[in-house]
């Protein structure tokens, strides 16, 4: 029997007054019992590790507000899918409900124990209801994902503009040698983690209009959109000194060429390309230097430059198997423990367990993200859903092969995990999108009708 008749027999066998207006696709699937099963077992894992710190030294003022808070951001997450996107994939919000919920008891934690850091908890905790509310807005204003496709060079032109508003005098600032931050009153933010969301748009949308011609013999003039990306690439490590940023542009045009034109010369080129400009900015700029030599070796100096990475070697290596417990360790000793080597915090307090469940999660949603790419109907939404997840995975990819010297550090946040607003926002809006596909996949027949 097919798929569409097993739908139909399961729909005939359930009471349609219970129903209401349910779609029998929908009926059939339930998919929110089993995000609600979920979340209420993130839920309990967050509530078990924030009463373990109040048993440690490293309890944080005002534990219960904190923790109230983060439940009801998780029940309005829930609420906010089941009803604007009631089919979709039932484990992509509570992957990234987890993620969030570790990644805040772990800054909670941290609170008292960075410099300057007793109103970490507590930024967080509102960062994340922006995030969450950001989720709802982009659920309810993209009833269709393909409409973005109609804003394609609006969003290509918002995206450079966001990607270089730190170099604006007056807006940009540079922070720890990096110029990738803006100022608009009395908030800061990084336009790159929202540049990336419109560029992924703008090259799905630009690509899927292309493809057949990048099919088709290649021209010099097919390989100007590979030559751009690398320029741009370019142009941002150097003058914003962002290798996070640049390498994730880059990757992102790369994948999505080479999955619109089939053709894995793209992907060679890119990669070539890649190459070159990472041995060029290697042996031009002193800042690029400076990372890969203490990626090399960073006990040549452990007091100086190396600092950073010795004191997350050995917090991973006091960590063990299964960890010093919460608040037991010293992640403080760790600068920037918070956002940058959160995962090095993490390894240590709940050990190779606890960094293994993180790197599960994130497993999963790219897998989530991929099969949604998979199963998408039209090019443009394969393109995008591809785009979005290639920069959830090289994103986390690179900062935690950064905490473990398999690449060098960058500078970039862990998603969803890290301290920070902008990005913690910016891949809500990420998950949104997905999950609007996903539902979209469950509820439009193959004749395009829902």
């Known amino acids: 029997m097919t798929t569409a008749g097993h739908i139909r027999r399961a729909w005939h066998a359930v009471d349609p007054a219970r129903l209401g207006n349910t779609t029998p696709q929908i009926a059939a699937l339930r998919p929110r019992r089993v995000e609600l099963g979920l979340i209420v077992m993130i839920g309990t894992i967050v509530i078990y590790a924030m009463v373990s710190l109040s048993t440690t030294s490293a309890r944080p003022a005002h534990l219960g507000p904190f923790l109230a808070s983060m439940l009801v951001l998780l029940a309005v997450a829930h609420l906010a899918t089941r009803r604007f996107a009631p089919a979709a994939d039932p484990v992509l919000l509570p992957m990234a409900l987890l993620l969030n919920g570790i990644g805040y008891v772990m800054i909670s934690r941290l609170t008292d124990a960075v410099d300057g850091g007793s109103d970490l908890a507590g930024l967080q905790a509102i960062w994340t209801a922006v995030g969450v509310a950001a989720f709802t807005v982009t659920l309810i204003a993209v009833p269709r994902v393909r409409t973005i496709a109609r804003y394609r060079y609006l969003m290509g032109l918002a995206g450079v503009a966001l990607l270089i508003l730190p170099l604006a005098p007056g807006l940009g600032r540079s922070i720890n040698g990096a110029r990738i931050w803006a100022s608009v009153g009395p908030v800061n933010f990084q336009p790159g983690e929202f540049a990336k969301l419109a560029l992924a748009a703008f090259f799905a949308a630009y690509l899927v209009d292309s493809r057949e011609l990048l099919r088709a013999r290649i021209e010099p003039r097919d390989l100007a959109p590979i030559a751009l990306a690398w320029v741009i690439s370019l142009v941002v490590m150097t003058l914003e000194k962002d290798l996070g940023s ?11 060429l080479w999955i619109a034109s089939e053709r ?4 060679a080129i890119g990669s070539a390309l890649f190459a070159a400009g990472a041995f060029m900015a290697w042996s031009t700029f002193a800042h690029v230097q400076r990372r890969v030599d203490v990626w090399l070796d960073p006990w040549a100096d452990p007091r100086g430059a190396g600092f950073q990475i010795v004191q997350a070697s050995f917090a991973l290596a006091g960590g063990g198997l299964t960890g010093t417990g919460l608040g037991r360790g010293e992640p403080g000793r760790i600068p920037f423990a918070e956002s940058d080597f959160i995962f090095a915090a993490i390894g240590e307090e709940l050990g190779l367990a606890g960094s293994v469940a993180i790197l599960m999660a994130f497993m999963v949603l790219i897998g989530s993200g991929l099969r949604i790419a998979l199963r998408a109907r039209g ?11 290639t920069l959830l995975g090289v994103q986390a990819f690179v900062i935690m092969g950064g905490v473990l010297r398999v690449v060098p550090l960058t500078g970039i946040t862990l998603p969803f995990v890290s301290y920070g607003g902008s990005s913690l926002v910016s891949n809500y809006i990420l998950l949104a999108l997905l999950i609007r596909m996903s539902h979209e996949q469950r509820t439009i027949g193959p004749g395009g009708a829902s």
């Open 246 to 256: 640049s390498l994730l542009f880059f990757a992102l045009f790369v994948v999505v």
């Open 264 to 267: 894995a010369v793209f992907l």
């Open 379 to 389: 090019g443009f939404e394969k393109l995008f859903a591809v785009g979005l997840t």
